[in-house]
């Protein structure tokens, strides 16, 4: 019986979701699956597709060349820097992202890490476990939002969604962007180390890749100051980790919370030392509700794309152009 299913690579975790939708609508070659993943490859080089099903694996641009006929990778998550995107947008290649089903989530994380930070709330719960509060009460935080102003380094829809949430808390806001945008009512900082110098929180939630490495670098945090507090739930590359170290050693900065590292899962020593340091692991996203949503629209734009349509969510540097269809 013949069939006219299309042929999928899919490279990373076998997840419930991907793989019974991906096998559902595709005949799925499975690379998580087998012991030799080279090889593998080698020999299913006709595939027009790949699913990726976890932004720690790599695709670079060498190997969506070792398939001639690849239109299209559709990745879990809603960064795509795992991703060689130049390679794709020169190739023909369509890149799929899973954005907007994770925004309240990351947005909901953003502001626990922050209130951890802030309020010291993980400590004090290590106190208490310790049965310190025997003996004494916690002591009091030095800080509280009560009189911050919270800086949006990026804002994007989950920056948007951070910001609503602290408006409701009550806490003012700005943000800095390459360009200011026209659909937001907060104040815009065209200089990022001028709003660094006027806030005293810096909540970091932009894209990974070249642009943005260390975006955050020793000159942003000085200007952040020595009761500036940074929040990363964005890329650990966008700070640079060794300049924060130094920066909290020297108490140059008072404290930082992050869900996002350099070389994750490798958290630096130095970090784990600190007290005024909460650390996240990267759990942005990471309820199983809002996961399996993901995964599932992973699956939905190569449903899209096996039935000839355009993808749900391609990524702005390779849109959906006819000559992907067919």
Not at 1 to 21: C, F, N, Q, S, Y
Not at 276 to 293: C, D, I, M, Q, W
Not at 300 to 323: S, Y
């Amino acid at each position: 019986m013949t069939t006219d299913k299309r042929e999928v690579l899919l490279i990373g975790p076998l997840k419930p979701v991907v793989v019974k939708g991906l096998d559902a609508i595709c005949t799925v070659h499975k690379v998580a699956a087998v012991q030799d993943p080279d090889a593998f490859i080698a020999a299913h080089s006709n595939v027009r597709a790949i699913a990726c099903s976890d932004t720690r694996e790599l695709i670079p641009g060498s190997l969506m060349a070792r398939l001639p006929n690849l239109e299209l990778v559709s990745s879990f998550g809603v960064g795509y820097d795992h991703m060689d995107v130049k390679w794709a947008a020169a190739h023909n290649v369509v890149l799929t992202n899973t954005p907007d089903v994770l925004t309240e989530e990351v947005a909901d994380t953003a502001l626990g890490l922050l209130l951890c930070t802030v309020r010291e709330f993980p400590q004090a719960e290590r106190y208490l476990r310790a049965g310190k509060w025997l003996e004494r009460n916690y002591p009091l935080t030095k800080a509280t939002l009560r009189n911050r102003t919270v800086g949006m380094v990026g804002m994007g829809a989950i920056g948007q969604a951070i910001a609503r949430r602290l408006a409701a808390f009550g806490v003012p806001v700005v943000y800095h962007t390459r360009k200011p945008r026209r659909d937001v009512s907060y104040l815009y900082c065209p200089s990022l180390i001028e709003m660094a110098r006027a806030v005293d929180v810096l909540m970091v939630i932009v894209p990974g890749g070249a642009a943005t490495a260390n975006l955050i670098n020793a000159e942003v945090l000085a200007a952040l100051g020595p009761d500036g507090i940074l929040i990363n739930m964005a890329r650990g590359s966008v700070v640079d980790e060794p300049a924060l170290i130094k920066a909290l050693q020297d108490k140059r900065i008072m404290a930082a919370g992050l869900d996002v590292f350099a070389k994750e899962p490798d958290v630096p020593r130095e970090l784990i030392a600190m007290d005024n340091v909460v650390l996240f692991p990267h759990l942005g996203s990471a309820s199983v509700y809002t996961r399996e949503k993901m995964d599932q629209l992973m699956v939905d734009n190569i449903a899209a794309w096996a039935a000839g349509k355009p993808p749900l969510t391609p990524v702005a540097e390779t849109p959906w152009r006819t000559w992907n269809k067919g």
